[in-house]
């Protein structure tokens, strides 16, 4: 959301749009939850992965809230945009496809290598607090970890 170009002057907007959001999963994830004891190995296994990408989506956005000059942004905007877009197109071949075909996680995996390097050289320099991009590419790679087991 902070990537939109009216973010700064639209925060509350957005910010409404990510609270709905946050509330529909974890509706989503209550009805699991209380639908776990059905079949437990299955809705166990569910559950614990969705929580983990949960807690990990939440990690990876607080960047927001740790970031006080939003310009920083314009400088990895196609990087993130890239993870993005990866990760939206990864997620949408899990709920679609089951587990009909195997999931190619390696577009996924080099837009995070990128802008791993992208944080190294420009980021760490450029950024008033750089650990915040540090946080946030270790957060990826336990993203990726975690949607590839």
């Known amino acids: 959301m902070f990537l939109q170009q009216n973010y700064l002057s639209h925060t509350y907007l957005y910010e409404k749009r990510l609270h709905d959001a946050r509330k529909t999963c974890m509706h989503s994830l209550h009805a699991l939850y209380a ?22 989506f939440l990690n ?4 927001r809230d740790r970031i006080t000059d939003y310009t920083i942004f314009s400088l990895c905007e196609a990087e993130l ?14 709920i679609t496809h089951a587990s009909m075909q195997p999931i ?25 607090d ?20």
């Open 35 to 56: 639908n776990r004891h059905t079949t437990k190995t299955k809705y166990a296994e569910i559950f614990t992965k969705y929580e983990s990408l949960y807690a990990l």
């Open 60 to 63: 990876i956005a607080e960047v």
């Open 81 to 94: 945009a890239e993870i993005k877009r990866e990760i939206h197109h990864v997620l949408s071949v899990m």
């Open 104 to 128: 190619q996680y390696s577009a996924l995996a080099s837009s995070i290598e990128r802008f791993d390097e992208m944080n190294q050289n420009i980021l760490q320099v450029t950024a008033s």
């Open 130 to 149: 750089p650990n915040v991009f540090s946080i946030m590419v270790n957060s990826l790679y336990r993203l990726k970890d975690e949607l590839t087991c």
